[in-house]
Every structure is written in structure tokens, then in C-alpha cells.
């Protein structure tokens, strides 16, 4: 089974999110308002784990805000819990890896190497009064 999932829209001055610097994506991004976990590796045996809010995504990359300024050039692992279900029901979460490409104190740019979708884990109620569901573990 095969799910389309798009991330790609137009959206009018979404490259106002760093207002110094010129905007050079090939493609378009969409603003989201999520929650974000991430965690920056330094080396192999130091990281740096925050959280914070998505502002924009594409397909090639998202803004979100940090804790702090995260290094240029840093390998960061994202998780953001979607907003869209598998099927209506299934909560997914989008988890990736990518380089942060731009940087300021409360926010970071990153260019996505890799992303996938998964289903959330657990049972997940279905509404009041209904049986929960069980999602399956991830999907491709």
C-alpha cells in the first residue's frame, strides 16, 4: 500500500523568515505551527537535545525555533508529531536528519538529507466512548 503524502505548496513571502538573508530555495514552504524535538550531534559521544516550534516546511527543508543557536553545518535529528492521520485514524510522526544551513539565536534553518513518516506508537483512542486503536509501527 502507497501514501502520498505532500509537503510541497506555494506560499507567498515565506522567505521572510530570515529577513537579512536572500531566499535561495528551489522549492516552496508551507507554514506549520508544531512541536519539535531535536537533537544536534557534535561528535559520536556528545549531543544536544531541545525542543521548540516548526514554522515552515518544504521538501528540501524546514524553520524551526530552538533553545538556542545551533552550530552551521551540524548533523540535527528531527521529530515532529504531523498533524495529518494515516487514514484518519493512525497519528503520524515525520522523524529526519539534515544540516543546519542557517542559524540566529532562537531559530534554525535545516536542509533535509532524509525523512519518513511513522506511525506513533501506542493505542490511540479513537474518540469518546471508542475502542482504542492500534497503529501499525511504521509504513513506507
Known amino acids: ?40 550531534r557534535h561528535s559520536r559521544t556528545q549531543k544536544t537535545s531541545g525542543t521548540g516550534k516548526t514554522l515552515n516546511f518544504g ?8 533553545d538556542e543557536r545551533l552550530p552551521l553545518g551540524s548533523v540535527v535529528e528531527l521529530s515532529v508529531n504531523w498533524p ?7 497519528p503520524l510522526q515525520f522523524v529526519a536528519t539534515g544540516r543546519v544551513v542557517r542559524s540566529e539565536a532562537k531559530k534554525a534553518a535545516v536542509r533535509l538529507d532524509r525523512y519518513e513518516f511513522k506511525t506513533r506508537r501506542g493505542p490511540v483512542a479513537a474518540g469518546a466512548g471508542a475502542s482504542p486503536i492500534v497503529c501499525p509501527g511504521r509504513f513506507s
Open 1 to 40: 500500500m502507497h501514501y502520498d503524502i505532500s509537503m510541497e505548496a506555494s506560499i507567498p513571502n515565506a522567505g521572510e523568515d530570515f529577513a537579512d538573508i536572500p531566499d535561495r530555495r528551489g522549492t516552496s514552504r508551507f507554514p506549520l505551527r508544531e512541536d519539535i524535538k531535536y537533537t544536534v
Open 84 to 90: 495529518a492521520r494515516l487514514e484518519g485514524t493512525c
Open 59 to 66: 521538501s528540501r527543508g524546514l524553520l524551526f525555533t530552538t
